[in-house]
C-alpha cells in the first residue's frame, strides 16, 4: 500500500480500496460514480456480464469514495507501483490480483460461497468454487450448523438412550 500511496495519481487509491473491498474488477472501480454510491455501497452497473451488482462497503470506504467526484485513469500507475514492490504475478493477473485477494479473504474469514459468487457477479458456482480450498474447514459446518448442534435435543435423545453393554466383559 506504501507504493501505491506514493503514486502522483490521485485516483489510484481510491481504486485500489475499492477493489480490495468489494472484489471489484479494475474497470469496473475505475468507471464508479457518484451516482453509484448508494445505501451505504457501491453499485457495479458496467460489468462483464451485463448484469448490475451492489456490494456494500463500511461507512468510512463510502463517505470517501462519495467525496471524490471522478476517477482518472490508474492502471499504469498500478503496475509501476506494484514492479516497484518487486512482486511478481503470472502474465495477464495483474489486472486481478486484488480481485482475487479479496475472494480469497473473505472465504478465508469464513465468507459463504454462494455469497462470493453474487459479489464477484460470477454466472456460475463452478467459477466461484477455485476459492473453496482456502477454507479447507469449511464442510464442518454441517457439524457446527445442523439442528443437533444446539446440544438441547441431542441432549434430552442422550438421556433416554440406554449405553450399550459390552459383551466381552
Not at 464477484?120 to 469449511?138: E, K, V
Request: proline content about 3%; charged content about 15%.
Amino acid at each position: 500500500m506504501y507504493q501505491v500511496q506514493q503514486s502522483k495519481n490521485q485516483s489510484l487509491l481510491y481504486v485500489v480500496l475499492i477493489c480490495l473491498a468489494t472484489g471489484a474488477r479494475w474497470s469496473e472501480a475505475e468507471s464508479l460514480t457518484s451516482l453509484n454510491c448508494v445505501n451505504g455501497g457501491f453499485q457495479f452497473v458496467d460489468t462483464k456480464n451485463g448484469s448490475t451488482r451492489y456490494v456494500p462497503v463500511n461507512d468510512d470506504l463510502f463517505n470517501m469514495v462519495t467525496a471524490y467526484k471522478r476517477f482518472d485513469s490508474c492502471y499504469s500507475a498500478f503496475r509501476s507501483a506494484f514492479e516497484r514492490c518487486n512482486f511478481t504475478v503470472p502474465k495477464g493477473q495483474l489486472a486481478h490480483i486484488l480481485r482475487h485477494t479479496f475472494a480469497s479473504h473473505f472465504i478465508m474469514n469464513g465468507g459463504n460461497i454462494r455469497t462470493l459468487q453474487t459479489i464477484l457477479g460470477h454466472s456460475s458456482l463452478q467459477m466461484t468454487m477455485r476459492y473453496t480450498h482456502l477454507a479447507p474447514d469449511y464442510m464442518n459446518q454441517a457439524k457446527d450448523l445442523n439442528p443437533l448442534q444446539s446440544g438441547k435435543i441431542m441432549e434430552s435423545l442422550l438421556t433416554g438412550i440406554k449405553k450399550p453393554v459390552d459383551k466381552n466383559t
